[in-house]
C-alpha cells in the first residue's frame, strides 16, 4: 500500500500528463490504493468529464424524457422566477408590518373579546413570522448569491430549517382559517345556539390545536427531506450540500399524499362548501334588503277608523346588528376566497406530483415553487387590507390608535385641568 506522501506525489505526476491520454489517466487513478483517496475525488471526476467530452458521450438524466410543464407557459413562469427575490422581500416587508398592525387593532380591548378576532389575531402571528423567516432566505438566495453553486453545509442547514418552519406555520393558518369558516357558519347557522357553541374556551382549543397539530401532520417530512452532498464541476471540483427528499421507500409517497390531500386538498374542499353556503346567506341578505327597501319607497298609508285608533306600517329596516352581521360575513368570505385561490393550486400540483412521480415534481412542482411562495405570502399580507376595506370597526379601531400614537398628550397645569382631562 502507498504512503499518503507518495499517493501526493503520484497525483501530481498525473496532472501533468497532456488532455489525450486521459484513458491511461483513469486506469492510474483507479490503481492507486492510498489511505487520503476522498480528498483526491474531485480529480477523478475531473477525468470522467473529460473523456465524456472527448468520446461526445451524451448523459441522459432520469427525467428528461418527460416533457411535463413545457411550453412558453414555462418561459413565462421562469421570467417570474428571475424578479421573485425581490417580489417576495417586498410582500415580506409591507406584509410583517400589516399584520402587526393587524394584531394591534385586534388585541384592543372592544376587539379582543370577540373569538373571531381572536381566531384572525393568532392567524396574524402565524403569518407574520412566516413573513420574517423568510426575509434572510430571500436575501441569501435571492439578491447576495442567486447563481451560487457551491453550498456549504450551513446553508443546507438553514434550508431544512427553513422548509420546516414555514410549512408548519402555514399549516397552522390553515387549520385558523378553517377555523374561521366553522365558526362563522355555526353563528350564522344555528344563531339560538352560537353563544353556548362558540364559547371562549372553545375558541382556545381551536387556536391551540392549529398550532400543535401541524407538527404531528409534518412528522413525514422531517425524514423524508434529509441533506445530500454532491460535487460541482464548474471551475474545480467541490463538495456541495443541498436539501433533497428520500425517494426509495413508502414514505415519500405517504408524505406526498399527506401533504397533498390531508393539509391542502381537504381543507380546501371543507372551506369551498362553506364559502358557497355563505355567499348564498349573503345573496339571500342582499335580496332581503333590496325588497325592504322598495317595501319601504310605498307611501305611507294612515287609517282613521273613526274611533281615534291610527294605523300606520311598521317599519321594517334592517336593524345595526344584521348589517354588522353581514358586514363580517362578506369580510371572511374574502378572507376564505383568497385562501382558496392560493391553496387549490398547490394542492393539485402535491396530488399530480404523487400521482405522475419525481420526474412532474421536479419539472412542474419545483418549477411553480416561486409562484406559490409569493401567493402564499401576498395571502398573508393583503388581510389587513380587506379589514380595513370591510370592517367600520376595525377601520374605527385603527384610527383611534393613530391618534393615540400621533396626538401629543397634553400636560396639566394645575389640578382642575388634571380633573378636567379625565372628565
Known amino acids: 500500500m502507498l504512503s499518503n506522501d507518495d499517493s501526493r506525489q503520484k497525483y501530481a505526476n498525473l496532472s501533468l500528463i497532456a488532455n489525450d491520454n486521459l484513458d491511461e489517466r483513469l486506469i492510474a487513478l483507479l490503481k492507486v490504493k492510498g489511505t487520503n483517496q476522498t480528498n483526491n475525488i474531485g480529480e477523478f471526476l475531473r477525468v470522467l468529464e473529460n473523456l465524456r467530452s472527448k468520446y461526445n458521450i451524451s448523459v441522459i438524466k432520469e427525467c428528461d424524457r418527460s416533457d411535463y410543464c413545457s411550453g412558453e407557459f414555462r418561459d413565462v413562469v421562469l421570467g417570474y422566477n428571475s424578479v421573485h427575490g425581490y417580489v417576495s422581500l417586498l410582500i415580506c416587508i409591507f406584509g410583517s408590518l400589516a399584520n402587526v398592525l393587524n394584531v394591534a387593532v385586534l388585541t384592543r380591548r372592544d376587539l379582543a373579546g370577540a373569538p373571531i378576532n381572536r381566531l384572525l389575531k393568532w392567524l396574524a402571528v ?71 357553541l362558540c364559547t371562549d374556551r372553545r375558541c382556545t382549543v381551536a387556536i391551540l390545536t392549529s398550532f400543535v397539530l401541524p407538527i404531528i401532520i409534518c412528522i413525514p417530512s422531517y425524514f423524508v427531506f434529509t441533506i445530500h452532498e454532491d460535487y460541482a464541476m464548474d471551475h474545480r471540483p467541490s463538495k456541495v450540500y443541498f436539501v433533497d427528499s428520500n425517494y426509495n421507500g413508502s414514505l415519500y409517497q405517504i408524505n406526498f399524499w399527506v401533504h397533498a390531500v390531508l393539509i391542502k386538498l381537504l381543507p380546501c374542499v371543507i372551506l369551498t362548501v362553506i364559502s358557497a353556503w355563505l355567499i348564498r346567506v349573503l345573496y339571500h341578505a342582499n335580496m332581503r334588503k333590496k325588497a325592504l327597501k322598495g317595501y319601504n319607497a310605498c307611501p305611507v298609508t294612515v287609517t282613521d277608523t273613526g274611533n281615534g285608533n291610527v294605523f300606520t306600517r311598521r317599519s321594517t329596516k334592517r336593524s345595526k346588528a344584521e348589517r354588522r352581521t353581514d358586514r363580517t360575513t362578506r369580510m371572511l368570505v374574502a378572507v376564505l376566497l383568497l385562501f382558496l385561490l392560493t391553496e387549490f393550486p398547490q394542492g393539485i400540483l402535491g396530488l399530480m406530483s404523487g400521482m405522475l412521480g419525481r420526474c412532474f415534481f421536479k419539472q412542474c412542482y419545483n418549477l411553480f415553487g416561486e409562484l406559490m411562495d409569493a401567493l402564499a405570502l401576498l395571502n398573508g399580507a393583503i388581510n389587513f387590507v380587506l379589514y380595513c376595506s370591510m370592517s367600520k370597526q376595525f377601520r374605527t379601531t385603527f384610527r383611534q390608535i393613530l391618534r393615540a400614537k400621533c396626538a401629543s398628550a397634553p400636560r396639566a397645569t394645575s389640578q382642575t385641568e388634571l380633573q378636567t382631562t379625565y372628565v
Open 126 to 196: 402565524a403569518d407574520v413570522f412566516v413573513m420574517l423567516e423568510y426575509v434572510p432566505f430571500a436575501i441569501y438566495r435571492y439578491l447576495l448569491f442567486p447563481g451560487q453553486t457551491e453550498r456549504p453545509y450551513s446553508w443546507a442547514v438553514f434550508m431544512l430549517f427553513h422548509m420546516h418552519f414555514t410549512q408548519i406555520l402555514h399549516t397552522a393558518s390553515i387549520l385558523l382559517t378553517l377555523s374561521l369558516a366553522v365558526w362563522r357558519y355555526v353563528v350564522i347557522k344555528y344563531p339560538a345556539h352560537g353563544p353556548s
